[in-house]
């Protein structure tokens, strides 16, 4: 990755490519079955007449400029665009409710807004007046010719407007993009909120630059490969990665026709380079996990054992004769496999977000993947990487910083990871909460994660408010047996419990649907609901009881889960149990599901009755009575 100092922004980037490279294809995308392409000079194109549209509109561009959509080329320009006017940009989850977007965009002061599509549209209009928002510009027209709301309009009437002012004034756009610095805040990037309300934390150029010169320090990426931008926008690592990086380099943007078509999707388009949260990688293993219980014996004794052989041949564990069983495994298992998974040419694979259980590093460094970890935070992106083979499975060492004036430096104290040097954001918007307040006497940042140094390579444990302390005085920690619980493929989430009042570890587990209707199915047993499913004696019994049964087996004696129960519904991002990045509000659970916990510690296990609030997708709630069956993890595997 170049460090010119002559180009300061994103969107000289894109101009820079263009001039370049114009030819290169920038981005392909997936439509009606038929990849898309879109050359660098388009790319600018596109830029610079949305940029000049939104001048003619006349809009204020003094505040944050809001996006909002599903990953597609449209919302790449969009934000070029309004960063080519000296703009703040701010993506968010396509999924978020009204009331949620209202928060966020009366708190950024957001007047213009760019959406995808008709139900992102009808969510802006129906806030706008409460916000004041002047301006919304989609670029998916379907279902929008019946709206005559004059502040909206699309993407390729904005384009219009640009085009006829470009050709009053060709340096409109040019001149503008020229007065942006390093120091100019590109993005508003919003933390996950986890543990509290999300913050929004404001990155500059100089910040951005940096973050993704580090990321391509650990993808070791290489201008003009493949990527595909999977992870949404309103996340950290896309910005990063995607907006950044693939222009800086440059790199081929990927992206997938629909959400759900990303698997397929990945393997016609061959990406060298995958960014994947702990969740996605988790459910790329159990989704091959549970094919194979669905195939025939002789397919699943060929699979296991290939899958094993691979792994010890490349741990070094597998004594003498293991490279002759390696080269045959690689024939029958490997290169089907990772064809089959869309990895047959994946160069690095990158796993940030999250911790990831050691059986998940191993597989797929067996299939021929290692998975890169990166550690680090939104007020200073990734500050660490695992670079060598031998440090997969952790945080790695600490990264460089090209464009800081002090390296980057990190410590453990007390437990917790602290982080000074490199380049670090410039705090959170709306100054409610300084970035000062979390810094230590002598300058050093808390991360609020515990972590310890391990011959020379970070190793993240979990946050400090969730390391657990039991009444017997046995610590644990909760991340360690739900990361490995989550590898089964009847498990798609689960939260462990116990705290000081506690003696013991319990859980609750979210049933995947899919995995366990089938085994149920196997089994002739009846069902209808997801209720029902996971509240069937022996789903809860003979099927769960014994899958964390498995990951019991793999912890010391005072961290395993004594007793569990199923949840009668998946938990929902709606209703506040998870974060729009699908990560885990444990106070949020513990509060919803109270009484059902209360029974987890109850003398005796057995059937809890408890309210429970159905939120539907119109924004109405129903309260219904709901029992969930409580069962011991037995201390054997049947």
């Known amino acids: 990755m170049s460090l010119d100092s002559s180009i300061q922004t994103i969107p000289m980037l894109v101009r820079r490519n263009a001039s370049l490279h114009g030819d290169t294809v920038a981005m392909r995308r997936k439509r009606l079955g038929i990849w898309e392409s879109t050359t660098w000079a388009d790319a600018w194109?596109?830029?610079?007449?949305?940029?000049?549209?939104?001048?003619?509109?006349?809009?204020?561009?003094?505040?944050?400029?809001?996006?909002?959509?599903?990953?597609?080329p449209d919302l790449y320009f969009c934000e070029y665009a309004a960063q080519a006017l000296g703009c703040t940009t701010v993506c968010f989850f396509p999924d978020m409710l009204p009331d949620e977007l209202s928060s966020a965009l009366g708190a950024l002061g957001c007047t213009v807004a760019f959406a995808e599509d008709q139900e992102q549209c009808d969510k802006l209009l129906a806030i706008s007046e409460e916000i004041g928002l002047e301006l919304v510009v989609y670029w998916d027209d379907r279902g929008m010719y019946l709206y005559e709301d004059a502040r909206l309009t699309g993407v390729e009437q904005l384009r219009e407007l640009g085009r006829e002012a470009l050709a009053r004034e060709p340096d409109l756009v040019d001149v503008r993009v020229d007065r942006g610095s390093h120091s100019d805040i590109g993005v508003v990037i919003y933390t996950s909120g986890t543990s509290g309300n999300a913050k929004g934390v404001k990155g500059s150029y100089k910040y951005l630059f940096d973050v993704a010169h580090r990321y391509a320090q650990v993808m070791q990426a290489t201008p003009f490969a493949n990527y595909?931008?999977?992870?949404?926008?309103?996340?950290?690592?896309?910005?990063?990665?995607?907006?950044?990086?693939?222009?800086?380099?440059?790199?081929?943007?990927?992206?997938?026709?629909?959400?759900?078509t990303v698997n397929s999707d990945i393997r016609e388009l061959g990406a060298e380079f995958l960014y994947l949260a702990p969740r996605q990688w988790e459910e790329m293993l159990s989704s091959?996990?549970?094919?194979?219980?669905?195939?025939?014996?002789?397919?699943?004794?060929?699979?296991?054992?290939?899958?094993?052989?691979?792994?010890r041949a490349a741990l070094n564990r597998g004594g003498r004769g293991i490279r002759g069983r390696a080269l045959a495994a690689k024939v029958l298992v490997q290169r089907p496999l990772r064809d089959r998974l869309g990895l047959a040419k994946v160069r690095a694979a990158v796993n940030a977000g999250g911790a990831l259980s050691p059986e998940v590093y191993e597989?797929?460094?067996?299939?021929?993947?290692?998975?890169?970890?990166?550690?680090?935070?939104?007020?200073?992106?990734?500050?660490?990487?695992?670079?060598?083979?031998?440090?997969?499975?952790?945080?790695?060492?600490?990264?460089?910083?090209?464009?800081?004036?002090?390296?980057?430096?990190?410590?453990?104290?007390?437990?917790?990871?602290?982080?000074?040097?490199?380049?670090?954001?410039?705090?959170?918007?709306?100054?409610?909460?300084?970035?000062?307040?979390?810094?230590?006497?002598?300058?050093?940042?808390?991360?609020?994660?515990?972590?310890?140094?391990?011959?020379?390579?970070?190793?993240?444990?979990?946050?400090?408010?969730?390391?657990?302390?039991l009444s017997t005085g046995a610590r644990f920690a909760p991340q360690a047996l739900e990361v490995r619980a989550r590898l089964s493929p009847y498990i798609r989430e689960i939260v462990v419990l116990g705290d000081e009042r506690r003696p013991y570890p319990a859980a609750l587990v979210e049933i995947d649907y899919e995995s366990v209707s089938r085994w149920a199915e196997d089994r002739s047993l009846s069902f209808g609901t997801f209720y029902e499913l996971s509240?069937?004696?022996?789903?809860?019994?003979?099927?769960?009881?014994?899958?964390?049964?498995?990951?019991?087996?793999?912890?010391?004696?005072?961290?395993?889960?004594?007793?569990?129960?199923?949840?009668?519904?998946?938990?929902?991002?709606?209703?506040?149990e998870l974060t729009r990045s699908m990560k885990v509000r444990r106070a949020v659970v513990e509060d919803h599901f109270a009484e059902l916990i209360e029974g987890l510690y109850a003398e005796r296990p057995g059937r809890v009755s408890m309210n429970t609030v159905i939120r539907y997708q119109d924004g109405r709630t129903r309260e219904l009575v709901m029992s969930a069956l409580v069962d011991d993890v037995p201390d054997t595997v049947a």
């Open 288 to 311: 091959s996990e549970s094919r194979i219980h669905d195939a025939n014996r002789f397919v699943r004794r060929v699979y296991h054992w290939g899958t094993a052989t691979l792994t």
């Open 228 to 260: 595909l931008s999977y992870v949404s926008p309103a996340s950290p690592v896309e910005q990063y990665v995607g907006v950044t990086l693939g222009a800086a380099l440059p790199m081929t943007i990927n992206f997938p026709e629909e959400p759900e």
């Open 45 to 72: 194109r596109i830029t610079e007449q949305l940029a000049a549209g939104l001048l003619e509109r006349g809009v204020a561009l003094d505040a944050p400029v809001a996006i909002i959509g599903d990953n597609e």
């Open 535 to 576: 509240q069937t004696p022996d789903v809860v019994e003979k099927l769960i009881a014994a899958e964390l049964a498995k990951i019991n087996k793999t912890v010391p004696p005072e961290s395993r889960i004594k007793r569990f129960a199923n949840l009668q519904k998946p938990l929902d991002a709606d209703e506040g």
């Open 363 to 469: 597989y797929f460094y067996g299939l021929g993947v290692p998975i890169r970890n990166v550690y680090g935070f939104t007020e200073v992106g990734i500050i660490t990487g695992a670079l060598k083979a031998e440090q997969f499975g952790t945080a790695g060492t600490v990264l460089d910083s090209p464009y800081a004036s002090e390296p980057i430096e990190v410590r453990v104290v007390d437990g917790e990871i602290q982080v000074r040097g490199g380049v670090e954001s410039d705090g959170y918007w709306g100054d409610q909460v300084s970035l000062e307040d979390r810094r230590t006497e002598d300058g050093w940042l808390r991360s609020g994660d515990a972590g310890v140094w391990e011959d020379g390579t970070l190793r993240v444990l979990d946050r400090l408010e969730n390391i657990r302390v």
